[in-house]
């Protein structure tokens, strides 16, 4: 049985820090990525990582905010994100396939069932 939680989420300030976990069990994956989605708008890309932890993608409108990883020892992907701003605030969900790359939700299998971020002017 697959499963993927996240954690880490809440509320913080303009220009503050936060820092999410997806612990996942039940398998291996080839990629794990997060998304998030906001009220009224599509869930979007926010970044990616390979099995080995050494080919990260992130979406262009972070501009290096945020910084993606992976313990395959616990079996867990974080995301540190840094500089936050209000129109960060979203549902952040953890995903995973068996396979490598993919920035479109339609790919990934597997999902979390999000952790709330709010990032507060």
């Known amino acids: 049985q697959v499963q993927l939680v996240e954690s880490g989420g809440g509320l913080v300030q303009a220009g503050g820090s936060l820092r999410l976990s997806c612990a996942a069990s039940?398998?291996?994956?080839?990629?794990m990525g997060w998304f998030r989605q906001a009220p009224g708008k599509e869930r979007e890309f926010v970044a990616r990582?390979?099995?080995?932890?050494?080919?990260?993608y992130s979406a262009d409108s972070l501009k290096g905010r945020f910084t993606i990883s992976r313990d395959n020892a616990k079996n867990t992907m974080y995301l540190q994100m840094n500089s936050l701003k209000p129109e960060d605030t979203a549902i952040y969900y953890c995903?995973?396939?068996?396979?490598?790359?993919?920035?479109?939700?339609?790919?990934?299998?597997?999902w979390g069932q999000g952790t709330q971020v709010t990032v507060s002017s």
């Open positions: 995903a995973a396939r068996p396979a490598y790359g993919g920035s479109t939700p339609s790919l990934y299998p597997y």
């Open positions: 039940g398998r291996t994956f080839s990629t």
């Open positions: 990582i390979a099995l080995d932890g050494g080919s990260t």
